[in-house]
């Protein structure tokens, strides 16, 4: 099916529903296994994909505004802007960009190879993972998770939220080669994990000037990082990674156990 214009109402999709060149679907619910693809051209606003309702949106097609819940998803190789993420999922393909993605309680984002997302917000209890080759550029982390993979690029700044009560987690699997900003660090439960700096085998911290932290593993790795905010090199604070998954966990100020660089 295939119209070129929808009115601003409500269209319960249970069947694959196309928008090509020129259409735009308004406030489609796609559900039940149903499936919007928004081809070339076409446009979808408002879109709510849930109970396995999806939406594929390929290069050159647009979505906004679109709300994904329980297992709704979208696949997207156009573009994606303003999405809420309220327990489903978006997955950015190679040439496809998200802009301004809300991240809420379950919901995730992965950019593969390729694909760029922006200005996203990582609230509590959701994520966001940038693949080998996925790009990132600027992020608010006000709980959740952001975690970049080896080969991950991310530029702009990931800033923590929240300040004093704020939490999250900034996952680095090649700390060594991170070169965005941080900014926000204030509490112990906003923590940065450095999966390639091995905790107790020579960790040597360098010192804290200029706004750049700099430790590592002597000889082996060493991760420069760019931490914007009024510091010293007493200020932070590592141990090994509580989660068993390997690494460095970095934080201000001290958490129990945690020993003062």
Request: net charge negative.
């Amino acid at each position: 099916l295939a119209l070129p214009f929808l009115p601003t109402a409500l269209v319960v999709i249970r069947w694959v529903f196309f928008t090509e060149a020129g259409g735009i679907a308004r406030g489609t619910l796609v559900t039940n296994n149903g499936r919007l693809v928004v081809n070339l051209g076409g446009t979808a606003r408002g879109a709510i994909l849930t109970a396995f309702g999806d939406a594929v949106v390929s290069g050159g097609g647009t979505i906004s505004g679109a709300v994904i819940s329980g297992s709704g998803s979208a696949w997207i190789s156009g573009t994606a802007v303003s999405t809420t993420l309220a327990g489903g999922h978006q997955t950015i393909y190679s040439g496809g960009a998200a802009n301004g993605t809300q991240l809420q309680s379950g919901g995730y984002e992965h950019i593969s190879s390729g694909g760029s997302a922006s200005g996203v917000v990582v609230s509590a209890a959701a994520a966001e993972y940038v693949s080998l080759g996925g790009i990132l550029s600027g992020a608010t982390l006000s709980g959740g998770d952001i975690v970049v993979s080896s080969g991950g690029i991310v530029s702009g700044t990931i800033a923590f939220a929240g300040g004093a009560t704020g939490s999250g987690n900034l996952v680095l699997s090649q700390s060594v080669a991170f070169t965005a900003g941080i900014s926000g660090l204030t509490n112990a439960a906003q923590i940065i994990f450095l999966r390639d700096i091995n905790y107790g085998t020579g960790l040597v911290v360098s010192n804290y000037a200029g706004n750049v932290l700099t430790l590592g593993d002597s000889p082996t790795h060493t991760a420069t990082l760019n931490i914007s905010g009024a510091y010293t090199g007493a200020s932070f604070h590592v141990a090994s990674a509580w989660d068993g998954n390997g690494g460095t966990m970095l934080w201000d100020p001290p958490l129990d156990g945690g020993a003062t660089l």
